[in-house]
T-cell receptor
Framework: AQTVTQSQPEMSVQEAETVTLSCTYDTSESDYYLFWYKQPPSRQMILVIRQEAYKQQNATENRFSVNFQKAAKSFSLKISDSQLGDAAMYFCAKPPYQLIWGAGTKLIIKP | GAGVSQSPSNKVTEKGKDVELRCDPISGHTALYWYRQSLGQGLEFLIY????????KSGLPSDRFSAERTGGSVSTLTIQRTQQEDSAVYLCASSRYGQGSNQPQHFGDGTRLSIL
């Protein structure tokens, strides 16, 4: 069975600093996608970034980037220049269609 | 265009009552998903629709839960004879394609269901 694991229930970071959220997964597939979603207190789940497994280059979206280690089955999210609006639950997720979800990491931003 | 719309935003009801939760997906999205999220937890998959059919309803927790989708668009999740353990946020998502694709899912704001 495929699994996604987030081992950090909670992380905190000082505003303007960098934080890395961890995610590991298990799959027998060779080609797949991985997603990071953000869920602020408003409840809406928002796609932050996605990575295609066959691409060597790590995905980047503005202040958000991933460190994708395919052999290690690791998919961490780096947030640079943290802002107060980044405070949220962050979930790592993997298709197939119903998405397999990690338990989430609560990110706290300290002003 | 409009995103995924869910209604009601909040629902409070008494134990034993039936409730209906509605989801209106993004226009043109063929796949629709229902998830349940208990307080402080990750998402629990409930059911997946491709068009009007539900190839995977394996996540429905009991026969009190049912869902339908009509016209390849709006979906309704019905919970009969609600129990306190049904209290959660129910999230709906849609994607352009479903099984076999890696399309990201777009989520609604959810319905917070509280059973008294």
């Amino acid at each position: 069975a495929q699994t996604v694991t987030q081992s950090q229930p909670e992380m905190s970071v000082q505003e303007a600093e960098t934080v890395t959220l961890s995610c590991t997964y298990d799959t027998s597939e060779s080609d797949y996608y991985l997603f990071w979603y953000k869920q602020p207190p408003s409840r809406q789940m928002i796609l932050v970034i996605r990575q295609e497994a066959y691409k060597q280059q790590n995905a980047t979206e503005n202040r958000f980037s991933v460190n994708f280690q395919k052999a290690a089955k690791s998919f961490s999210l780096k947030i640079s220049d943290s802002q107060l609006g980044d405070a949220a639950m962050y979930f790592c997720a993997k298709p197939p269609y119903q998405l397999i979800w990690g338990a989430g990491t609560k990110l706290i931003i300290k002003p | 265009g409009a995103g995924v719309s869910q209604s009601p935003s909040n629902k409070v009801t008494e134990k034993g009552k039936d409730v209906e939760l509605r989801c209106d997906p993004i226009s043109g999205h063929t796949a629709l998903y229902w998830y349940r999220q208990s307080l402080g937890q990750g998402l629990e998959f409930l059911i997946y629709f491709q068009g009007n059919s539900a190839p995977d309803k394996s996540g429905l927790p009991s026969d009190r839960f049912s869902a339908e989708r009509t016209g390849g668009s709006v979906s309704t999740l019905t919970i009969q004879r609600t129990q306190q353990e049904d209290s959660a946020v129910y999230l709906c998502a849609s994607s352009r394609y479903g099984q076999g694709s890696n399309q990201p899912q777009h989520f609604g704001d959810g319905t917070r269901l509280s059973i008294l």
